[in-house]
């Protein structure tokens, strides 16, 4: 079956390439370019796999996360987040807050493929 | 007269004696003869009569004169010199008494005296062992309030109920910085000696500081202080270091604490600075992170082979793009704040004149090349390293001497903006720019003497700017430095010092004595009570008519002393006109209270410096009502005590006609300085109430309970007549 990911990131410069990168993997993509539009197309689409980028308007990553993990419905979705907080401390705070890897901009694109298809392996 | 009948009489006893016996021994023997024998012992004594009564009168003259010089020399004398000794004994009168009457008279006179001059030799020994003492008491303690007013950093000593003893230069800078009022009051109703510090400090604080010091001290720590960081009122951040001052050895129980000292640090700038570094690096660094994912993104999509044209251009824009973005954040990184990323240097404030004649001295002795100030603006402080300044100074100076053989240079200092302008000037050569500001990049070298830093290090320590100027009309040219000028809070505070040329009374270590217990204001003594002293000056004499304050001037008297160094001085801005004929005896014209505060922000402060503190005030109900009046519109109430020296004055010497302030001051010697201003009066009106304190004890006044009846009771008595 076809994988459903989100990309939540409110800069078009990434957003074009991580859309293009995962269409090319053959993957479902959506996109939301806020941290509220992320949550909306989280409930309605129901993706397995979120690339959430931390700074955003409206919610911030951390909040979404939050959001997420708190909300039945919605609390097992795979969250990837991608920042530019390049401190351990945001690391760590991601990581506590339910985020399931953690990447820090800039990283290599086929670091990112592999992480995603692992985490997406890993649950059935 | 009573010795000397005395003496007549044991003068007279032998006479008297002998005739008593010759009566009696005739009448006895009389007795027992018969007639004829008596008439012939008759005849027989009355033809010898002469004779008998000369050996008598010589035997009894004898003998008077005998016991008379007895007399004299064993009653008379020893009486004296028990006199003496009594005086010498009561009194400190030293002088030898005579020696007189018996030899053992003589003998005691002699080691009387001699004792009195061992007393006097002790006593003497002891004068001197004390006045030396004290003197290396006072002369320690001088050196103290030196070294304290010296040091950079600002420390406060406070007795164990937190009242103020001491404090330097420094933290009275620092306070004036706090002060919510600092046009007004100037931080001098914060910081002033026996105040209390915790009009700036909040108690609990306080108290926490103090216990974990005491903890450590019972944890014997090699250095038992405590550390904590607050903000003021005032909104500004202050790290604050604690030690205690201990309890002097002597006394058994070594943890007691019997005050604290307090060292200060301002850091709100430094805090500022720190969070906009902050602030850069991390915009720097996440700004540049996400612009370079977008990009590495980008890139690696461009990578695959079989991407169509129009999704290459998409991606080629995204790098492009990006590009742009992390020049222009570079710019704006640059443009903003190149200080701001440099590492910190120890800089010091600095009168800019004392820097250009330390750099005059320097060049005319390592040198010998001969130099001047000229055009010097003596008010800018600036905030340099001055010896790596002086250094660069000299070098150029050395190498404008070596290279093109100058004659002569000057050095002038002027404001430019936020910064100073510092100029080495010579009369033009012919030389090249490329040439001299080559020098910029060598190493200084200053005689025998390199160092590793160049003038360009130096200016960059400063966040300044070097560059060289021709001044083609004039024949000159110039290098410049372009540096930071010190902070302006404490450029105030270091030129607003020059009041007085006494030395500032900046500590009280009475104050440790000073006990801490709360008494019932009445019953408190005069001698311990603090008093805020003042004078208004006013447009008129009737305040319910709309006469104003134009100025108050007050001064402290902290435990029996005048603070001269705590004055409130400040000009009213009345709000309406002054009349003319009122300017001759205030000599305040309408243009100086003109952009002065007004009324309702000047007795704030006023009220502030006046805390817990007794209020003195010569004819105190005129300036009382004037500023009772105000209490609505200003909404602060002096509610302190009030004593007026006219009345304490009138209390103490009853009979004399004048109690108006210059009378009295002729009567205590006082001299008059500055009469019929605010801070003038005050300022005698504070030395007549010095001087009428003791005059009060006199009369059995102690207390300001008995002060304040006493002086009613005049006053209602000068109504009466």
């Known amino acids: ?124 | 007269m009573k010795l000397d009948r005395r003496r007549l009489l044991a003068t007279l006893l032998p006479g008297l004696v002998l005739v008593t016996w010759t009566g009696l021994v005739l009448a006895l023997v009389g007795a027992t003869l018969a007639d004829t024998e008596r008439a012939a012992l008759g005849a027989l004594l009355e033809s010898r009569a002469a004779l008998v009564l000369l050996l008598g009168l010589v035997l009894a003259g004898g003998l008077g004169w005998g016991v008379s010089r007895l007399y004299r020399d064993r009653v008379e004398a020893p009486a004296r010199l028990l006199e003496e000794a009594q005086i010498l004994l009561a009194g400190d009168v030293h002088r030898e008494l005579g020696a007189q009457g018996s030899a053992e008279n003589r003998g005691l006179t002699r080691a009387i005296n001699d004792l009195v001059a061992q007393r006097e030799q002790l006593r003497g020994d002891v004068e001197a062992r004390v006045r030396e003492a004290s003197h290396r008491i006072e002369q320690e303690k001088s050196r103290l309030a030196a070294l304290m007013s010296e040091l950079t950093q600002s420390v406060v000593v406070c007795s164990l109920d937190g009242r103020i003893i001491l404090y330097n230069n420094r933290a009275r800078m620092q306070f004036r910085a706090l002060s919510e009022a600092p046009a007004v009051a100037g931080g001098a109703e914060l910081m002033g000696l026996g105040r209390s510090i915790y009009t700036v400090f909040d108690r609990k604080l306080i108290a926490h500081a103090l216990e974990s010091v005491r903890q450590r001290m019972q944890r014997d720590a090699a250095s038992p202080s405590a550390q904590f960081v607050t903000t003021t009122r005032a909104g500004q951040l202050l790290r604050v270091q604690m030690a205690p001052v201990r309890a002097s050895t002597v006394d058994a129980d070594s943890a007691a604490i019997t005050g604290f000292v307090l060292m200060l640090d301002n850091i709100t700038r430094e805090l500022e600075d720190e969070s906009a570094r902050d602030r850069l690096l991390q915009g720097l660094t996440e700004g540049s992170r996400s612009s370079l994912a977008n990009m590495q993104a980008a890139l690696d999509m461009l990578e695959y082979p079989d991407l169509d044209a129009a999704m290459r251009e998409r991606f080629q824009a995204v790098i492009r793009d990006e590009t742009a973005v992390m020049s222009r954040r570079i710019q704006d990184l640059v443009a903003s704040s190149t200080e701001g990323l440099k590492t910190r240097w120890p800089m010091e404030d600095m009168l800019g004149t004392d820097l250009v004649a330390a750099v005059l001295r320097r060049i005319e002795v390592v040198h010998q090349l001969p130099c001047s100030a000229v055009d010097l603006d003596a008010s800018l402080w600036l905030r340099v390293d001055s010896f790596s300044l002086l250094q660069a100074l000299l070098y150029l100076a050395g190498r404008l001497l070596d290279e093109f053989k100058v004659r002569h240079v000057d050095l002038r200092l002027a404001a430019a903006g936020e910064r100073a302008h510092l100029d080495l000037i010579w009369s033009d050569q012919v030389m090249s720019t490329e040439t001299v500001m080559g020098w910029e990049m060598d190493p200084m070298k200053i005689g025998s003497e390199t160092t590793p830093l160049t003038v360009r290090d130096v200016v960059e320590r400063h966040g300044g700017a070097f560059w060289f100027e021709r001044e083609r009309v004039r024949h000159q040219a110039f290098f410049r430095f372009l540096l930071p000028l010190a902070n302006p809070h404490e450029q105030l505070g270091i030129a607003g010092l020059g009041r007085s040329d006494s030395r500032p009374e900046y500590y009280d270590f009475d104050l440790f004595q000073a006990s801490s217990q709360a008494r019932e204001l009445a019953d408190r003594k005069l001698s311990e009570l603090s008093y805020t002293v003042f004078d208004t000056e006013t447009t008129g004499l009737d305040p319910s008519n709309g006469d104003e304050i134009i100025q108050i001037g007050a001064v402290r008297i902290v435990n029996g002393k005048l603070l001269r160094q705590e004055g409130f001085e400040q000009l009213v801005d009345p709000g309406r006109d002054i009349p003319a004929a009122s300017i001759p005896i205030h000599g305040i014209q309408p243009d100086m209270v003109r952009g002065q505060p007004t009324i309702d922000k000047v007795l704030p402060a006023f009220h502030a410096f006046a805390e817990d503190t007794v209020l003195v005030a010569h004819n105190a109900a005129f300036d009382m009502r004037f500023l009772q009046l105000k209490e609505q519109q200003t909404g602060v109430r002096f509610d302190q005590p009030v004593l007026d020296t006219l009345l304490l004055s009138a209390l103490v010497h009853p009979s004399q006609e004048s109690h108006g302030l210059e009378a009295i001051a002729e009567r205590f010697n006082v001299t008059v300085i500055g009469r019929h201003t605010a801070m003038g009066d005050a300022m005698v009106t504070a030395e007549v109430f010095l001087r009428l304190l003791p005059l009060l004890a006199e009369k059995g006044i102690h207390t300001l309970g008995q002060a304040r009846d006493a002086a009613q009771k005049t006053y209602y008595a000068r109504l009466k007549y």
Do not use: W
């Open chain 1, 1 to 124: 079956m076809t994988h459903k990911i989100l990309i939540a990131d409110d800069e078009p410069n990434i957003l074009i390439s991580l859309e293009y990168l995962m269409k090319r993997e053959a993957y479902d993509v959506s996109v939301a370019r806020d941290g509220q539009d992320a949550i909306d197309v989280i409930l309605r689409e129901r993706p397995h796999l979120v690339l959430l980028d931390v700074m955003m308007p409206r919610k911030t990553g951390f909040e979404v996360c939050q959001e997420v993990r708190a909300n039945e419905q919605i609390k097992d979705t795979l969250i990837l987040m991608l920042t530019a907080k390049g401190r351990e401390t945001d690391a760590a705070k991601g990581l506590a807050l339910g985020a399931n890897a953690y990447l820090t901009k800039p990283f290599s694109t086929k670091e990112l493929v592999s992480r995603v298809r692992e985490m997406l392996e890993r649950t059935p």
